[in-house]
């Protein structure tokens, strides 16, 4: 009698844990692309390197074209940075 009762009451048990057709819907789940506008300044295009002179430069000469070029090659990566951003990359 004991291994009946053993079993009869891990049926029950079992039992109360099934789910019952009274529970609410699983919830919908959608997936939505949220598109953001790219900065204007990301979409106009890099400033060229500088013109260098068909001669040969002086010291003084080439860090100023140095340092312009560094200027553009920094303000072009704000730009690349910002639309990365904006692109939510």
């Known amino acids: 009698m004991r291994p009946f009762l053993l079993v009869a009451s891990v049926a029950l048990?079992?039992?109360?844990c099934a789910s019952?057709?009274?529970e609410a819907?699983?919830?919908v789940v959608r997936t939505q692309i949220v598109s953001r506008?790219?900065?204007d300044a990301?979409?106009?295009?890099c400033d060229a390197p500088?013109?260098?002179p068909d001669r040969s430069l002086s010291a003084r000469e080439t860090a100023?074209?140095?340092g312009k070029d560094r200027n553009a090659l920094r303000a072009c990566e704000e730009k690349r940075?910002?639309?990365v951003e904006a692109a939510g990359e």
């Open 81 to 83: 940075k910002a639309a």
């Open 50 to 52: 500088a013109a260098l």
């Open 25 to 27: 819907p699983a919830p």
């Open 13 to 16: 048990i079992a039992a109360g």
């Open 64 to 66: 100023s074209y140095w």
């Open 42 to 45: 990301a979409l106009k295009p």
């Open 37 to 39: 506008p790219i900065p």
């Open 20 to 22: 019952s057709p009274s």
